[in-house]
């Protein structure tokens, strides 16, 4: 191989670094890693996995009201807030075995300790020296916080799973993924919970519809939703913690939980030893094969601000081990990438949105449904699902499928790939429902939606 120490070397034992470490090992190649915190990065330690476990959790309260209207009876029901960290902690520790026996069988050598980059091919990781002949940066992201008085009372997404009680009364800042996703984790576990976001509603940069449907549905669940609003100032007090609020209002809480971004975990890493530039967002530059402005130096996952999800990082790890030691120059595929978060209910989208599919397409075709779910005509709950589908009208290729409703991630799994195909309408509508479900409603819209205004003009 080479007179390096190793053929390539990992900061981050993350989603997308453990991918591409024992890839590139099953290719030959010899391979060390270094993780300063917990083998399996953000999401399996502190965000992808806990917290769809404790969205889990939270969905029970309803489950149990449900059930009354299916002739059954629920008494004594109580939950832990200690019983359910403890579980979660137990399997978490589980995953973090795994992901270390993956890279012990692959013969991935594994150093638990911070590297840095002291040069072009020379590391140092905790104090001792290595060298190699490629570098790979998968450090991923960290939560944001903004600079205002007493933020140090505040807590982030890498908090809330330890802490020690549950906070009766909670807001949670921000409109996105984490924001929105704990503030129903929250409620569901009978807090007080209150959502702040500075924008005119949330999860920006998704669907028009999708965020009007989503916020209607859980004001109906009892969370109090603020648009257009923001904290400028925290204080604890005897009681708890006192917020100012931009509209000159004030609120007390127990606990306070920003989920306002997160930022590229570049810190200290040394990168700027080496040449390697970072962009506007503070985000590793890459090229289309995860190449950095350093020859020898490679990034993929949350840390170059290109797609950050999961799987995307995955995808980046496997096509850099393929580039690098099969002899398969591979670019990761951005495109058509399927997503969800679980809020409740959950919203899951594969492809463009409304407004994206009119700047590509020009005209468009739109299918939209919205319905109370078989399962709440017995149970009485007041909640809507909600499915659009976005056509391009010349070629009828479905461009955009987007849900709002229960188990929407495991639907648009499916729905993907008929999307990522290229799809059409005529195609889905040739596929046969399976009744009764919520998801044959994808299959099964004929009739265009028209806007209000058009049918007024008619």
């Known amino acids: 191989m080479t007179d390096f120490d190793y053929d390539l070397f990992v900061i981050g034992a993350g989603s997308g670094g453990v991918r591409a470490s024992r890839m590139s090992a099953s290719y030959g190649a010899k391979v060390g890693i270094a993780e300063e915190y917990r083998f399996g990065g953000t999401c399996v330690i502190r965000g992808c996995v806990p917290k769809k476990l404790m969205v889990h959790a939270s969905h029970f309260g309803e489950d149990f009201e449900d059930a009354e209207g299916f002739g059954w009876t629920v008494e004594g029901a109580s939950f832990s ?11 978490i520790d589980r995953l973090e075995g795994i992901y270390g026996t993956i890279l012990g069988n692959a013969g991935v050598e594994t150093y638990r300790g911070r590297a840095t980059i002291v040069d072009a091919h020379t590391l140092d990781v905790a104090g001792e020296k290595f ?33 020690a009680e549950m906070p009766k009364r909670i807001a949670i800042v921000g409109g996105g993924y984490i924001a929105v996703e704990f503030a129903g984790v929250f409620n569901g576990l009978g807090a007080e919970t209150t959502l702040l976001y500075r924008g005119e509603q949330i ?27 923001n904290v400028t100032n925290i204080e604890k007090t005897a009681s708890g913690l006192a917020l100012s609020l931009t509209d000159g209002s004030s609120l007390e809480v127990d606990a ?38 350093a020859d020898n130096i490679y990034a993929i996952g949350d840390v170059t601000n290109r797609v950050e999800l999961t799987p995307v990082a995955l995808m980046e790890g496997m096509a850099l081990a393929r580039t690098l030691y099969a002899n398969e120059p591979t670019s990761p595929d951005h495109k058509n990438v399927a997503h969800a978060v ?60 987007h849900m709002v409703g229960a188990d929407a ?50």
């Open 342 to 401: 679980f809020s409740q209910p959950s919203v899951s989208v594969v492809g463009m949105t409304e407004e994206q599919a009119r700047e590509h397409c020009g005209e468009i075709d739109l299918y939209k449904s919205a319905f109370k779910p078989l399962k709440h005509t017995l149970s009485g709950r007041d909640e809507r699902s909600f499915m659009k589908l976005i056509v391009d009208h010349k070629t009828q290729q479905v461009m955009g499928v």
């Open 131 to 163: 060298t190699a002949e490629t570098i790979l940066v998968a450090t991923g992201g960290r939560p944001t916080l903004p600079d205002i008085p007493g933020i140090e009372h505040a807590i982030t997404s890498n908090e809330v799973f330890h802490l």
């Open 256 to 293: 306070i939980m920003f989920g306002t971004g997160r930022h590229a975990n570049v810190e200290g890493l040394g990168l700027e030893n080496v040449g390697v530039e970072r962009n506007a967002k503070g985000g590793i530059v890459v090229d289309e094969y995860s190449k950095t402005t």
């Open 203 to 229: 999860l920006r940069n998704f669907d028009d519809d999708v965020r009007n449907h989503l916020a209607a549905e859980i004001v109906k669940k009892g969370i109090d939703l603020r648009v257009e609003t």
């Open 81 to 91: 807030w200690p019983g359910l960290i403890a579980a979660k902690d137990k399997e």
């Open 409 to 458: 991630a495991e639907i648009i799994q499916g729905i993907a790939i008929a999307v990522k195909m290229g799809a059409t309408k005529q195609q889905f509508d040739a596929t046969l429902g399976i009744h009764p479900t919520s998801a044959e409603e994808f299959v099964t819209m004929r009739d265009k939606w028209v806007p209000p205004v058009d049918i007024a003009a008619e």
